[in-house]
């Protein structure tokens, strides 16, 4: 068995821009473990541009920005095991991990890094009622097909939900000459940004209809037609409002679920509102020296954010190397009732935190505040405020108490 | 004439609400940055978008490298330059900033590569 | 044309049990499916019990089939490498009415041989299985799981094995005797087999082959049922299958079964379907699933949902729609050398082996054929490598690299296992086959991070063009072609932006 003084588990954006930003804090020992034949995670397949402008103040395509960081891990030489999947981890940080070329390995880490990314939600997770024929795919399978392995998936097709991966697809499988006959989302509102719906639909004439859902899946062999319902306001189909869309492909974009099956196996517990780990202002899970950072720890709109915040894990990570603990964090953060998503879930007090959430539905002229006990710590007047947007915001150490929990709320 | 954008220049996707009268903005509001009313006006005289795609590589580890072009060309111009992409086949190795296809159709821009392929 | 001794009619989990049967004579054996795969329909569509055999009126052949295939499976469930748990089930109750039925099948059980079963108090039921209601219950310890797909490839491999000869996307179209020649043309969508027996184990279908050969077309009806399919997490709370009494009848309603992988099965409703093949899932008994399954499963929550199913039992009724028992007929004088099984249902699973021996003993008291001193009942089932200890994974790997590579995240299925499954004896090569023998794409993430790698292998390894890549039905193509190819793409059409 081997000791590692910190593992990263993914190669993706997150785990690449820790590794960077973990060597030059001084840490040496470093091993990225990446399932796939490459490391760069997602970005490989999504060839759109519109990377970087936070990151890097230019924008890039998810190849061109993914090799940003790939280049920078190699001429630092961070060693990275590709091919390579890691298959438990335990609470006292050793990692088992699986590969052809090295067979079954088993590494002590002094610190682990968990940056497994997310993965999308399914047919079946959302139970369409319907047959089960070819032909549906979720959106980033069909990136995968068109983008890396050059095979159309279709020609006539129906994009259920309007995350940015399904808007993204709807623009890319119609240049490559497919018939895209509309996006529809089940909420009022479009849950991806708003510049995709405007330069991946309103561009190519691709219809939006918000407040409809798929209501029931046709065709034995390969799909042949899907029919589409209006909802109510519970987003309930409402009857005669059906229609029938012949079509031979239909992509799902209806979410994104951060991928954590290694981090429940490590012992570390869940935050219910984010499905993601419970971290604390330092990224560290409940189980002492394992931290989370990225899609693993909530879905991000934007990689930009998700390297800023992994390069921000690696300042505590390699603090706990060295240091062999981190403060305690025992205040609570709290959100209200228009607050989703809200990380991290409890902090000391002691050291700046970064606190990220989203609004549960579109709001305009609303106000944050963020509150330790009696003391407002900020407040933010924003005119509009979209599900799709993460909102991070910043406090600084100083202004902090060690007594109080944090309070985030939204109002109207 | 009032007529409303979203900005696609960065993510925060401002709704920009433009004064028109003709081709000429008599006034702009609702964008957090210059950027904005730079996308507006050239979005009223001639929108202009860039595409992001694949070319076929020849004896790859991969079977297509990405490409997207160098700069913007006029949107009703896309399925034009898509045509012309479609007839591409380049040989391995390719490598991220190469040129596939200098000029295309003589709009100023170039189709290049954003992912490294290997020969297999 | 093809000539064999024996043509079997369907490769559900009866046809691969007939033929797996018969390869102990030396016979040559086929067998027909209009599907690409075994257990295409009803066989895979169900809950999975080995039934004990308490509901059913003594003295049937289901009453019989069930208790015998139930006293013989450990032994079965070794010999083809066939995961399977003897778990035991909870029939639970609430009132008075629930007990005086439960104590009813109780003695219907007894009666048919059923060993073991008890009524137990609100502490028992505690002890066996916490998660479980009900104010009392049956104990019933010889219920057990199995994977009926499962079993239904082991049966039809072990088959494949022993020289049975299976094919595919062959539906029987029709039936010719001809009676000089002591032999029947059997016509199917590809080609026309000439065989001396026929088989019927048709199933949805045995009604329509059964009036082809000669028999009755029986009117049969279809109890379509929905299911949801709940992750390995919610897998957890439920050790032991827990159903509700038995309503006056026999029937269980909405009900929770562990499946031998962890995962949970929510359902089935019951409701009547005309149509043969209607496997669709509907909104509104998937949200009826949803409100009764959470009565008999506290746990039914949505983040567990991964996906649903429907199955249909096409049962045999007669004019009053009365339920009958299974036909197991054969009728040398007007209709010789065949055997006609029509009707077989719930528990056919369970039965499969006693149905299948008594359909081959009809014909081996006609037929004396000698016996196969090769047969070799045993089929190999290597460990999965999710089930290895890390030692054992560890000597795999070393023994075989592409054990070390992860194609199936969710199940931790390996490269090694999805080459070998490409390659099962039967040449089943659509995803789904793949899927159903290493549960590659059967997890969470349901093929998100596999199944563009699981295609990839299966044109490699067969040499085939992606565009030949099936889902699961001959029709189910799951590429329109390249994105890019060498030529010009005449198939890509111009698209229109807007002005």
């Known amino acids: ?412 | 004439m009032l007529r409303e954008f979203t900005c696609i220049m960065c993510p925060q996707g401002c709704d920009i609400s433009v004064e028109l009268e003709g081709k000429t903005i008599k006034g702009i509001s609702g964008n957090k940055c210059p950027k904005g009313e730079a996308y507006v006006t050239q979005e009223i005289e001639n929108p202009m978008r860039n595409i992001a795609t694949s070319v076929l590589v020849d004896g790859g580890d991969l079977p297509l490298a990405s490409v997207r072009l160098s700069g913007v060309i006029p949107k009703d111009r896309i399925f034009d330059v898509m045509a012309e992409i479609r007839k591409v086949e380049v040989p391995a190795p390719v490598h991220e900033g190469d040129v596939v296809i200098a000029d295309v159709l003589g709009l100023g821009v170039d189709v290049i590569v954003t992912k490294d392929v290997e020969a297999a | 044309m093809e000539q064999w001794d024996v043509i079997v009619i369907g490769a559900g989990v009866v046809g691969s049990a007939v033929a797996r049967e018969l390869a102990r004579y030396q016979l040559r054996v086929a067998v027909l499916e209009k599907e690409l795969d075994v257990a295409c329909g009803n066989s895979s569509r169900n809950t999975g019990m080995l039934h004990a055999g308490f509901t059913y009126k003594p003295g049937t052949l289901k009453a019989e089939c069930a208790v015998e295939g139930n006293k013989e499976f450990d032994q079965v469930a070794a010999e083809l490498g066939v995961p399977f748990k003897r778990t035991g089930k909870l029939v639970v109750g609430f009132t008075d009415h629930d007990m005086e039925n439960i104590l009813k099948f109780k003695a219907i059980g007894e009666q048919n041989g059923v060993e073991g079963m008890r009524i137990i108090d609100k502490a028992e039921i505690e002890s066996i299985e916490p998660h479980a209601g009900g104010e009392f219950a049956m104990y019933v310890p010889s219920s057990g799981i199995l994977d009926p797909m499962a079993y239904t490839i082991a049966l039809a491999d072990n088959a494949a094995q022993n020289g049975v000869k299976f094919f595919f996307d062959r539906k029987v179209t029709a039936i010719e005797r001809y009676i000089a020649n002591n032999c029947y043309l059997v016509y199917t969508s590809q080609q026309t087999f000439r065989t001396k027996w026929v088989i019927n184990c048709a199933g949805a279908y045995a009604s329509q082959i059964s009036e082809m050969l000669g028999y009755p077309n029986y009117p049969v009806r279809g109890f379509k049922g929905e299911y949801f399919v709940l992750d390995k997490k919610a897998g957890q709370f439920l050790k032991i299958p827990v159903y509700p009494a038995p309503n006056d009848r026999g029937g269980f309603s909405t009900h929770a079964t562990p499946t031998v992988d962890g995962n949970i099965l929510v359902g089935p409703d019951s409701y009547v379907t005309e149509d043969w093949e209607d496997y669709k899932c509907t909104k509104d008994h998937l949200d009826g699933l949803i409100r009764d399954g959470s009565k008999m499963f506290k746990q039914m929550r949505r983040e567990y949902f991964i996906r649903n199913f429907a199955g249909i039992r096409w049962k045999r009724v007669d004019e009053e729609g009365n339920v009958l028992d299974f036909k197991l007929e054969s009728d040398q004088q007007h209709n010789p050398n065949t055997v006609n099984l029509v009707g077989i249902e719930s528990p056919g699973v369970t039965c499969a082996l006693p149905l299948a021996r008594r359909a081959v003993a009809r014909l081996v008291e006609v037929e004396k054929p000698s016996v196969n001193e090769h047969f070799n009942p045993h089929r190999p089932a290597p460990k999965r490598f999710y089930d290895m200890t890390h030692e054992e994974q560890a000597a795999a790997i070393a023994e075989d690299p592409e054990y070390g590579e992860i194609v199936c995240r969710c199940e931790t299925v390996t490269r090694a296992e999805i080459r070998r499954a490409i390659n099962n004896p039967l040449g089943v090569h659509t995803v789904t086959g793949i899927k159903n023998r290493t549960r590659a794409t059967m997890g969470r993430c349901q093929g998100g991070y596999c199944e563009t790698r699981i295609t990839e292998m299966i044109e490699e390894e067969l040499g085939i063009k992606p565009t030949d890549v099936r889902y699961n039905h001959a029709g189910s193509y799951m590429f329109t072609g390249p994105v890019r190819s060498g030529k010009t793409d005449d198939s890509a059409s111009e698209g229109s932006v807007s002005a």
């Open chain 1, 1 to 412: 068995m081997k000791h590692v003084d910190a593992i990263i588990v993914g190669g993706g954006p997150a785990g690449l821009a820790a590794a960077i930003e973990l060597r030059r804090k001084g840490i040496d020992d470093i091993l990225i473990l990446e399932r796939e034949k490459k490391p760069g995670g997602i970005l490989r397949q999504c060839i759109h541009d519109g990377f970087g402008l936070t990151r890097f103040g230019e924008t890039l395509s998810g190849p061109e920005y993914a090799a940003r960081f790939v280049r920078e891990a190699e001429s630092l030489e961070i060693p990275c095991l590709t091919d390579t999947t890691v298959l438990e981890i335990t609470p006292d940080r050793h990692v088992f991990a699986s590969s052809s070329e090295h067979g079954m390995m088993e590494f002590e880490a002094g610190a682990i890094i968990l940056a497994m990314g997310c993965r999308e939600r399914t047919r079946g997770a959302i139970s369409i009622p319907g047959t089960r024929p070819a032909g549906v795919y979720t959106a980033g399978v069909a990136q995968a097909y068109i983008n890396l392995k050059n095979k159309m998936v279709g020609r006539r097709v129906i994009i259920l939900g309007s995350g940015d991966i399904g808007m993204i697809m709807a623009r890319r499988m119609t240049l490559e000459g497919a018939e895209v006959l509309g996006v529809f989302e089940v909420q009022p509102y479009a849950s991806g940004l708003p510049r995709n719906v405007e330069q991946c639909l309103n561009d190519y004439n691709i219809p939006l209809s918000l407040s409809h859902t798929v209501t029931d899946i046709r065709g034995t062999d390969r799909l042949e037609s899907v029919v589409i319902s209006e909802v109510d306001d519970h987003m309930q189909p409402i009857p005669g409002t059906e229609k029938e869309y012949e079509c031979d492909t239909l992509v799902l974009s209806v979410g994104l679920i951060p991928e954590n099956e290694l981090t429940w196996m490590a012992g570390a517990e869940k935050d219910p509102g984010t499905s993601g780990p419970a971290v604390d202002e330092n990224y560290q899970t409940t189980v002492p020296g394992i931290f989370a950072a990225g899609n693993v720890l909530h879905v991000h709109d934007l990689v930009d954010f998700v390297s800023l915040e992994a390069e921000a894990l690696a300042d505590s990570a390699a603090r706990f190397i060295t240091q062999g603990s981190l403060p305690e964090s025992k205040l609570a953060v709290r959100g209200g009732e228009l607050v989703g998503g809200l990380t991290p879930s409890r902090i000391s007090g002691e050291s700046d935190v970064t606190v990220s959430f989203r609004v549960r539905r579109p709001l305009r002229d609303c106000t944050v505040e963020i509150r330790q006990g009696e003391t407002v710590l900020k407040r933010r007047k924003m005119a509009k405020a979209l599900p799709a947007e993460m909102i991070q915001i910043k406090l600084a150490a100083d202004k902090l108490n060690t007594t109080d929990d944090l309070e985030v709320t939204v109002s109207c």
